[in-house]
């Protein structure tokens, strides 16, 4: 991969960090140069960018929560996407939740700590019937939990949407840029990146807070990593979720594995030098390409998602929670409380559920609902570690929660 060939290097990461404490901005030589540190130097360069995390934000890990309104169906080609046209992926494929079921299902997330409910749907972007749905749950969920920041992500915008989904209620917009611009015609052919940086700059105008990201592990270079970052600094998002590309079989990525543990730890430690007071989120892939070093992480990233993603399976829940206290740090919003006691707690609401009896809302500990998989290839149920699909699959597939009456990872 050469996102980081490693080669002998003289900076020093600490006095670097320390310039860019007192405003020095991190120029591409110097990122290209920490990009490339050796293994053995890796702990000293997230070491010194945890310097720039904990002035920022101390010792407190934000928790956001995804709720899937609409899976799948999408006529984008991204050819990372699971949910991209033509994608033989089995993932979960529904149309529009109900607006109570969506704002249950945020609800069951903020119950596990979540300060950020992330509202997200397939497709290249909303029509205006589409924005009033998401606008009616938005002021849905603000009613029922009125501290909890909403994020919509639900494609590119067309002029005024971004105006209407403030006046519903919604705090901040994400959508993504990926990857460098000069390698995003590689990537998808059926909307553009400047599509991608208009929307960003909507939301802005319409005074949602820009969240906007990364996937990393597409074959960029570590020139283009580096375009990508200062892309997203001169956008000045506000948070930046960086994601490690998950290789979905049934896309044209698939066997993709271009990431290590250690070369994913120097891109986030890169983004905070880069971006130092904004919020760096540890997202999508982390699981499977941090492994081991999550905790790790967090001396860098101060922010993740809470358990699963759009269609495949995360951490338990309760092991992000755990693992938050682990490594001394708090929720944020909950700063009072120890992370290690919200996680028993979580597993005990879930432990409870599991017992109660089937019902019309709930198939059972180990049932699927009927749209656990697409209709074209249906693996048993109780064949996995999650009710559905192969064990042995990385990612694996989701198979809970929204779209499904199983009981979700939150």
């Not at 901040?172 to 000069?182: C, I």
């Not at 759009?310 to 829940?317: F, H, M, P, V, Y």
């Amino acid at each position: 991969m050469s996102i980081s060939p490693q080669r002998s290097t003289t900076i020093d990461c600490t006095e670097l960090a320390t310039r860019i404490e007192q405003g020095h901005e991190l120029n591409a030589e110097e990122a290209l140069e920490l990009l490339s540190v050796d293994d053995a130097e890796v702990f000293r360069l997230v070491a010194a960018a945890g310097i720039l995390r904990r002035k920022h934000f101390g010792n407190t890990v934000k928790v956001n929560y995804l709720v899937n309104l609409k899976s799948g169906l999408c006529p984008e080609d991204c050819t990372y996407c699971s949910q991209r046209l033509g994608s033989k992926a089995e993932i979960l494929k529904y149309t529009w939740l109900k607006p109570e079921e969506a704002v249950h299902q945020a609800g069951l997330g903020i119950a596990g700590g979540a300060s950020r409910v992330c509202m997200v749907a397939s497709g290249k972007g909303p029509t205006d019937r589409d924005i009033d749905r998401v606008a009616a749950m938005i002021g849905s969920l603000k009613e029922e939990h009125p501290q909890v920041e909403v994020c919509a992500c639900i494609g590119i915008l067309k002029e005024g949407q971004a105006q209407r989904l403030k006046a519903a209620g919604a705090d901040a917009y994400n959508h993504n840029l990926n990857t460098a611009e000069s390698l995003y015609p590689d990537i998808c052919s059926t909307h553009s990146y400047a599509e991608r940086v208009s929307t960003v700059e909507q939301s802005k105008s319409a005074g949602l807070s820009p969240c906007s990201g990364l996937i990393v592990g597409l074959g960029e270079t570590a020139e283009q990593l580096v375009e990508a970052i200062f892309a997203l600094r001169a956008l000045d998002a506000d948070s930046i979720p960086v994601n490690f590309l998950m290789p979905f079989d049934g896309t044209p990525l698939q066997g993709t594995w271009n990431l290590t543990p250690l070369a994913c730890l120097r891109i986030l430690a890169v983004v905070r030098m880069a971006c130092p007071d904004k919020e760096i989120r540890m997202a999508g892939g982390r699981e499977m390409h941090l492994r081991s070093l999550q905790a790790n992480a967090l001396e860098v990233a101060n922010s993740l998602f809470l358990g699963d993603y759009l269609t495949s399976e995360g951490q338990d829940a309760k092991t992000d929670l755990a693992m938050i206290a682990d490594a001394g740090f708090v929720v944020l919003g909950q700063e009072d409380q120890d992370p290690a006691s919200i996680a028993r707690a979580l597993g005990e609401a879930a432990a409870h559920a599991a017992r109660q009896p089937e019902d019309a809302g709930n198939a059972g500990a180990n049932g699927c609902s009927g749209s656990c998989c697409s209709s074209d290839a249906s693996p048993a149920c109780g064949s996995g570690s999650s009710g559905c699909g192969p064990a042995a699959s990385q990612p694996l597939l989701r198979r809970r929660g929204a779209g499904t009456r199983e009981t979700p990872n939150a």
